[in-house]
């Protein structure tokens, strides 16, 4: 559970806007709730040193070593990004190269920033740096990485093929240090098995985007054929929640906007997600977050739902136009049922039908007992109850 700065910050990340956010998640409370991580994505990478000949922070991250020790100092885990490709996909260094970095990046005075060598998306894949180089340098990035402090890597290519996350896995685990390996993106089912066993997340999904049917993709086609591969340590990565006021991806993000999401969409996307033990991950404006989100993302009965460590895959329950269902067990016998409308129009859910057998129902967004029959359900909003 954490934040990342992709769809917040984007390409205008800095080392001042990520000690914000940091400070942020400590004054606003989220830590009390189980929010820790901060996750810096892509766009911190400048040139090649130090004592590994490393990959070292750019202009907009003079001093990654200090950075890492005061988000551990907040109470915080520290996040970084990176790629075993030549070049990551917003045009920074990668993992590896073939020698051949001024053959390919582009001048510097057309650069959007100093080094930002390849241009922004797609200007890597014309320069045909989205592969993994001759010369493996990612070994020396991990050291590095321990030595700052690094709790997380989002390692981000495609194809994620199996001997790759093996090597990757093995830098980490000789690193002395206990990094999370998290593995970006759309993996495969035909290599999930192995994935699943060599990481500790894994996106199953190309990126998420704040529209419904991009939520509704993710939620209903692609997570239940990924569900039996979750397990406690190892979870499926549904991608960050749109959720709250977020930025302009691929910009250098002046201002936020709020999510194209509805409230109730917000809601859903969040309860699903937590129905399937995925990393929760913000990516919005939490210092300046407003009480109702702040309301939704720090909903203790849900966080317990998505935390549970029994990490139990949910049952898909027998449809009921325009009802969907999902059923999940609880490491304390308890159960949890979520019902998503997935109409454009609000609709009237019958309870018994659902919860037949049961001796009580919980409604876990209004913290009461269910004292009706039917329940009105919103336009893509849904209901999350705690079965006794």
Not at 178 to 188: F, G, P, Q, R, T
Request: glycine letters at 8%; a negative charge.
């Amino acid at each position: 559970m954490g934040w990342n700065s992709w769809y917040c910050f984007s390409e205008g990340v800095s080392d001042s806007r990520i000690r914000e956010v940091a400070a942020g998640m400590v004054e606003r409370g989220f830590v009390r709730h189980g929010w820790r991580y901060i996750n810096i994505d892509d766009c911190w990478q400048g040139k090649r040193g130090g004592k590994y000949q490393a990959l070292q922070g750019n202009e907009r991250f003079p001093d990654m070593a200090s950075l890492g020790d005061h988000i551990h100092r907040l109470g915080l885990k520290f996040g970084l990004y990176s790629t075993p490709f030549i070049g990551t996909y917003a045009g920074f260094r990668g993992g590896s190269r073939d020698h051949t970095e001024e053959q390919v990046c582009i001048p510097e005075k057309e650069r959007a920033q100093p080094e930002q060598l390849y241009g922004t998306w797609p200007g890597g894949q014309k320069r045909d740096v989205f592969r993994v180089g001759k010369e493996w340098l990612f070994d020396n990035d991990v050291r590095q990485w321990a030595d700052w402090g690094v709790d997380f890597i989002k390692v981000d290519w495609n194809p994620i093929d199996t001997p790759t996350t093996e090597r990757i896995a093995k830098a980490l685990q000789n690193s002395g240090r206990e990094i999370l390996l998290s593995v970006s993106n759309n993996a495969s089912l035909e290599n999930a098995a192995e994935i699943s066993s060599l990481s500790n997340l894994w996106r199953i999904s190309g990126d998420v985007t704040d529209t419904w049917e991009s939520i509704a993709r993710i939620a209903f086609e692609t997570a239940p054929k990924w569900a039996k591969y979750a397990r406690p340590g190892h979870w499926n990565d549904l991608d960050m929640l749109q959720i709250g006021a977020i930025g302009k991806t691929g910009t250098m993000n002046p201002a936020f906007i709020p999510t194209r999401l509805s409230y109730d969409e917000q809601k859903s996307q969040f309860a699903l997600w937590c129905m399937y033990s995925s990393p929760l991950l913000l990516s919005c404006d939490i210092v300046n977050m407003d009480d109702r989100t702040f309301g939704l993302v720090t909903n203790d009965a849900l966080i317990a739902v998505d935390q549970d460590p029994l990490c139990a895959h949910p049952e898909i329950l027998e449809a009921e136009e325009p009802f969907y269902g999902l059923k999940k067990k609880l490491s304390d016998g308890k159960e949890v049922l979520c019902i998503v409308n997935l109409s454009d129009e609000p609709g009237n859910c019958i309870l018994e039908k659902w919860v037949a057998g049961y001796g009580e129902a919980f409604d876990v967004f209004h913290n009461d007992r269910c004292r009706s029959e039917e329940v009105r359900i919103p336009a893509h909003g849904c209901v999350v109850w705690l079965l006794k």
